[in-house]
């Protein structure tokens, strides 16, 4: 029970990666819009960070996922 559990949590958590993905392109698009040069800096860097930060947890759930898949198809990994 505890493996379905961890499963749909690590999907769950890429999900979430993907949703701020998502709203980080959409600030970062949004950004180019602004007038003022300090606005648009702040908001810049603000979706940068949001995309780098959601990027690298798809990834890192992602790499933990295909590990732990790969060591349940070994003959001995379950």
Sequence with gaps: M????????????????AFFLYYGIE????AYELKEPHTFL???FAAN??????AAL??????????VY???KKPGGA
């Design 70 to 72: 790969r060591q349940l």
């Design 27 to 30: 600030l970062l698009i949004f």
């Design 2 to 17: 505890w493996r379905i559990f961890w499963w749909v949590r690590q999907v769950g958590f890429v999900c979430a990666g």
């Design 58 to 67: 798809i990834v890192g759930f992602a790499y933990r996922m295909i590990s």
């Design 42 to 44: 702040m908001t810049f």
């Design 49 to 54: 960070l949001i995309i780098l930060i959601s």
